[in-house]
């Protein structure tokens, strides 16, 4: 628990944490680094070990007898360095090159007493920058025998690059890992936020837990919120709707019975048609403002009956409509929806395009219902215009016409809940072609 007290809530303070561990654990990476590898050594360094050793071990073996130095030479040998003694040099005059006489010049700047000394260097492989060279450096006693010295010097520069590929790396890694905690802190509350807002954008309110970062906590907080609010008042919403349809449709009803009393037939018949038209109004601004609140459930519905129904209907009431398509053929959607959808097509080709024909088609894993008339059709820059709500086309429907302009925005909203598609296309020969597309059961 006291971890947990110490480790801060804030996202800012979090990700300011890590990145200090980062560091930390680059420094201290480096250090170890460092402290381990002997590549670091400069040549400079090297000469002077070499200028003093060689001088060291020259007074000792001066001071011997010399059957005493050839062992006296082992004895001083180390692990890094091999010395051995000889009356004639075993090391050739060296070529002279560049680095040779750096390090001839490194040596006596080291240890003054090598200049005016004979020193044979030998160096193999010639060129030998990136894993360092094996060193062979030969002194002429004042007896005239000779001390040889056997190392292998160390290449800085390779040195340096691997150091500092190494510390660059220790430090990726340590970044890295950094914003692998702190993105996986930050994301998975993120990923819960997205997904609840989705859900609720297709209508299932979900609660997130209110966990993570401090500032992570007071969105997701902040959500459910928003969300209680926004549940609330869809609901009062809806109640408001279905008092304000029950309110409405009373009076409706007796103006239909009471303009049934009339005994002028064509003011009763005024009076009738002016009703059905308040009422059909009436239903269709319920529709729009009840939403993606939809109960029903989906289920299999012979979409070929329910057109051929529609297409009775339209008939029995006189107005041209036709049918072409299967028998049969069945869908998994909201019934009553899906019906509400394919009669406001209907009826918009009837009344503004004179006859409506349903043709019903099988496409793959889709169902096409497609509805034409003969109407004027619609301007293709007007064509997302008609989705709008309250939008009329004064090139497409007189101004006298019923409704509010709400029919096509409706068949849109049920089409794209169902997961179809709603497409308008105006025919060659002339009106208009609505087509939804649904999946198959």
Known sequence: MTLLRL??????????????????????????????????ISQSHQARRLAEQLVATDGLLDDLPPEARSGRARTLSTSHIGLSWSQIPTTPPGQDRPADRRLREQLQTWEPSLRDRELRIVRWPESAWLGGAKLKVALRMRDHSWLMLQ?????????????????????????????????????????????AANAVGQGAPVRIAEEGAGDLKLVAKA????QARITDLISARTQALAAVGHDLRTPLSRLRLRASFVDDKA??????????????????????????E??????????????????????????????????RLLVEVRPLSIK????????????????????????????????????????????????????????????????????????????????????????PQGGLRVEIRLRLA
């Open 294 to 327: 939809d109960p029903e459930p989906r289920r299999l519905v012979d979409l070929a009956a329910m057109a051929m129904t529609l297409v009775d209907a339209a008939t029995d009431a006189g107005h041209a409509a036709s049918y072409v398509g299967p028998e």
């Open 151 to 195: 190392t292998q010097v160390r290449a800085a520069p390779w040195a340096m690059v691997l150091g500092g590929v190494g510390s660059a790396f220790i430090l990726a890694l340590g970044v890295l890992l950094a914003s692998i905690l702190v993105l996986r802190n930050l994301s998975a509350p993120l990923r819960a936020l997205a997904s």
């Open 223 to 226: 959500f459910n919120a928003m």
């Open 267 to 292: 003011a009763r018949e005024a009076m009738e048609a002016d009703v059905d038209e308040m009422t059909a109004m009436l239903d269709s601004l319920l529709a729009y403002l009840s939403g993606d």
């Open 340 to 427: 509400r959808a394919l009669g406001n097509v209907l009826q918009n080709a009837i009344l503004y395009g004179g006859r409506g024909d349903i043709i019903l088609r099988r496409d793959g894993a889709q169902v096409a219902v497609a509805v034409e008339d003969n109407g004027p059709g619609i301007p293709e820059a007007d064509m997302a215009q008609v989705l709008e709500p309250f939008s009329r086309l004064d090139s497409a429907r007189a101004r006298n016409t019923s409704g509010l302009g709400l029919g096509l925005t409706i068949v849109h909203r049920i089409v794209h809940r169902e997961g179809g598609t709603l497409a308008f296309h105006n025919r």
């Open 7 to 40: 480790w801060p809530q804030r996202l800012v303070g979090q990700v300011s944490l890590v990145l200090m561990l980062a560091v930390l654990l680059e420094f201290v990476g480096s250090s170890i680094l460092f402290e381990r590898s002997d590549l670091y």
